[in-house]
């Protein structure tokens, strides 16, 4: 008897997840879809949820859980050949494992006060519309591929 997956998001979520991670707000997928704003957070929330995204968990979280399950596509890179030093590869570690400033920021080994300017460095950089999309071009760019080679055996990922 086959038991069914987990961390398998239905039809409807997987459009709206698929569009978080192309960059799109709430109100574009919205209107993308012709869903309600109500209707795409519940969709958001209850996609977090089945990707194991703890309560508070910001966008670029949920962006990195669908990638990392593979409920999504990673979206392609908007410009190639772009490369991470390796502050910006703990940076957008630190991102996708947690949510206040302040945790982002002892985890990329930065100030808290340079957390966001860092952040926007990044999107400018690959031409993210926001944090979801920086995650998914950096999955696309296979960024989180090598953190996970180069961590040593019996690292937490």
């Known amino acids: 008897m086959n038991t069914p997956d987990p961390f398998h998001l239905s039809t409807a979520q997987q459009r709206v997840a698929s569009l978080v991670i192309e960059g799109d707000s709430n109100a574009d997928i919205s ?5 309600s704003e109500s209707t795409v ?3 958001i929330t209850k996609g977090s949820k089945i990707v194991g995204c703890p309560r508070g968990s910001s966008r670029a979280m949920y962006a990195h859980a669908l990638l990392t399950r593979k409920q999504v596509t990673a979206p392609s890179a908007p410009q190639p ?4 030093t390796a502050p910006e590869e703990r940076l957008l570690q630190a991102l996708v494992a947690h949510a206040r400033i302040d945790d982002i920021a002892v985890a990329a080994g930065i100030h808290r006060d340079d957390v966001r300017l860092e ?3 990044l999107r400018v950089k690959t031409r993210a519309l926001n944090d979801a999309h920086l995650v998914g071009i950096a ?4 960024v989180f591929d090598r ?4 961590a040593p055996a019996g ?3």
């Open 81 to 84: 050949g772009v490369h991470f």
């Open 147 to 150: 953190v996970a080679h180069d």
């Open 31 to 35: 209107a993308k879809l012709h869903l």
């Open 119 to 121: 952040t926007y460095a």
């Open 155 to 157: 690292a937490a990922r």
């Open 139 to 142: 999955h696309r760019l296979g």
């Open 41 to 43: 957070r519940s969709h």
